[in-house]
Each structure stands twice: as structure tokens, then as C-alpha cells.
Nanobody, 124 residues
Framework: QVQLVESGGGLVQAGGSLRLSCAVS????????MGWFRQAPGKEREFVAR???????NYADSVKGRFTISRDNAKNTVYLQMNSLKPEDTAVYYC??????????????????WGQGTQVTVSS
């Protein structure tokens, strides 16, 4: 049984920064690939970032250079540091556990477990 709890969302002004946290229980993340996804109203969930268990990272083109995914194995927590936020970043952000690339998936990545999501709103 794996549970993920996101936190850190909120309302920020364009150009500002926000740090999201995803606390994981039930399984160590040190050997797991973790990821962040987001979903805006009326749109499909989209991939944002992934931290492979080996340490490599992947980012959506829309967030490259602005977002950074990281982890703290001791705290069993994954983070998403978001800088230079734009209004188009507004969405519910979800944390995923055991994130794998899947060409058959509509969003190209799959996860075994998801958090409940945390709202990020960026004002103009």
C-alpha cells in the first residue's frame, strides 16, 4: 500500500516561485522513479517532470529551465521547485509513484500510484 500526499500549492504572482512536496508512505522512493503531472480545467493530464531512480531527470519542454524535480530519500519526499511561474502553469499538480514511460499512454507516462493533487494558481 503506497500513499502520496502533495502539499505546497497556492496562489502566486507571475514570475514568482513555489515549491511542491510529495510525501510518500508505504514504499521507499530511493529505488523508485517519481514524477509530477498537472491538469488544467478542461484539459488532459500532462507530464511535467520525472526523476528516475537512477538520478536522471526528464522535463516537459514547457517547464525546462524553470522547474526542478528532486528528492530527499531520508524524508521519503519528492519535490518540485517551480520558478518563473507563468499563468499557463495554473493547474492541479499530481505526484506519481513508479513513473514509467509508456508510448501507448495518452500522456506517455504511467504511474502506479497518484496523490490527491494540489492546486497551483498563477495570476497575471
Amino acid at each position: 500500500q503506497v500513499q502520496l500526499v502533495e502539499s505546497g500549492g497556492g496562489l502566486v504572482q507571475a514570475g514568482g516561485s513555489l515549491r511542491l512536496s510529495c510525501a510518500v508512505s508505504g514504499r521507499a522512493i530511493s529505488a523508485s522513479s517519481m514524477g509530477w503531472f498537472r491538469q488544467a480545467p478542461g484539459k488532459e493530464r500532462e507530464f511535467v517532470a520525472r526523476l528516475h531512480w537512477s538520478g536522471s531527470t526528464n522535463y516537459a519542454d514547457s517547464v525546462k529551465g524553470r522547474f526542478t524535480i528532486s528528492r530527499d530519500n531520508a524524508k521519503n519526499t519528492v519535490y518540485l521547485q517551480m520558478n518563473s511561474l507563468k499563468p499557463e502553469d495554473t493547474a492541479v499538480y499530481y505526484c506519481g509513484h513508479n513513473v514509467r514511460y509508456n508510448s501507448r499512454s495518452a500522456i506517455l507516462y504511467e504511474a502506479d500510484y497518484w496523490g490527491q493533487g494540489t492546486q497551483v494558481t498563477v495570476s497575471s
